[in-house]
């Protein structure tokens, strides 16, 4: 058999496993988007040990630490749950273990990565369980919708950041920086220069935009980097859970805070991403069973190894509207963080403003996700609008939920519309005629009320059948009000008619940047195995 024949095969292998044709890409796309993803992402090994380094992490181990989990959990999300997304060191996370844990509560290393282990666990468990499932099931569509947009703007704030255009200011915490300098000129140029390639459908448009940035980074200041290559360093760390079996309250509320962020993080941003991608199926994406455990797995090696929990990249994004849709985006990504192991001084050396402009238009392709959203409905708005903004406001993707649900559970007590959902607790529910019918001959042959209500139904409402059914089916459209029932064509995935109207009134890859699934079901489809 010839190389080529070799080569065909292989490449109908990873084709066949990956679902590549099937989701509308290439193999080349898919690595092309893999290493766009994997350079918008990279500033990762440079900051995450700098801000480590401040609780006595040697910098070195920390940066082998952050590529090792980074590389493992990106893999296996690729391998297993087949999705274009990066898994990596949350930023919060670790500004979180350095100034609140170590140095705000005096806890060792130790403790604090003990922490971090049980959350991992935490998570794993939840996830095996499919309890995340319910968790994120119960999470309005609006707050879904809304999420995506604060992503947006989350990335616009850090691309804008990086260029030097927003600035820390003391009177009125951010400001205009200075925009006669060469950052804020590469910034604006490399923006030009993607955008204009993205209008012109130029494959590689996010990748050639970004080389170019940064050679010219590099050229006009003469800032080559010193060396290429460099041994990576490694070191395992002991871990103490005295303080956790003591049950510290310490350390277990550090537990909790660990687990929600993951589980949130993860689950908007996979909702976001997936949106993006077009590979939402009806209320959910496929493979987020196997994603959480690649997560849990990579924030477990990682403590041991020396770094923080591990969540989602929001840049992401970057390789998906380079054309990413399948999880060889993800196992391209993972290959190159292996290959960061040796080549630390080139990624070191590459300037904040190289991903800068991606990061800004990824976030404008982002804000087309709002115009789902029922702004007439203030129970559906404030919330939506909380979601949006607290995420840029605290560089946190979870806090922005939080926000939104908290705010979604307060107008769902204020408006009296918790009235209203308990009182459709006590209809019958698809299934429950059946279980009267078949019951006791007694109850067979009593006589229905005036009302069409059964005597035994009336009597106990808050049976555990029809509870558990209703609050994944109901609570979404109680808490939210967006009136979707009369509107469906403002909820994609809500039900079969809502995608088919969506589809129906928008041409495909239009302005929300994703594809709509025409009849996708309501509910998480089986993920085979390795897929």
Partial sequence: MSNTDLMTKFGSMLDSYFLISKRGSSIGVEMRAGFSSFLTV??????????????GLPINSVTTSTALSSAIATFLTGVFANLP???SPGMGLNAFLVFSQVLGLGVSLPQAFACCIVASVVVAVLAVLKALNIILALVPNTIKLATVVGMGLLLSLIGLQSAGVVVANEDTMVGLGDLATLNVALAVGGLALIASLHYNKVRGSILIGMTVTALSYFTILNKWPAKVFALPEIQFFPHDFSQIQAMNPSAISAIIAYTLVM???IGGAMFGLGKLAGIVSGNSVPGSIPLFLSAAAGTAFGALTGTTPLIIAAESAVGIKEGGRTGLVAVTASLCFLISLFLAPVIQALPPVTTAPVLVLVGA??????????WTVMTSAVPAFLTMVIQPFTFSIANGIYAGLAFSVILFFFTGDFLVYFRNLSKPFPGEEMEEE????????EPLLSGGEHPRRISSPFNYTRMSHRITADIQDVISRSHYDRTPELLIGSSR????????????NSQTGFDIPRSSPPMYPPVPSGH
């Fill in 42 to 55: 990279a500033y990762i090994l440079v900051v995450n040990p700098q801000i480590l380094s401040g609780a």
């Fill in 85 to 87: 997304m990066v898994i």
């Fill in 263 to 265: 589980v949130f993080d």
């Fill in 365 to 374: 392709m982002m804000m087309g996700e709002a115009g789902h959203i029922d």
């Fill in 438 to 445: 078949h019951g006791d001959d007694d109850a067979h042959h």
């Fill in 497 to 508: 008619q809502g995608s088919d109207a969506l589809a129906r009134s928008l041409p495909a």
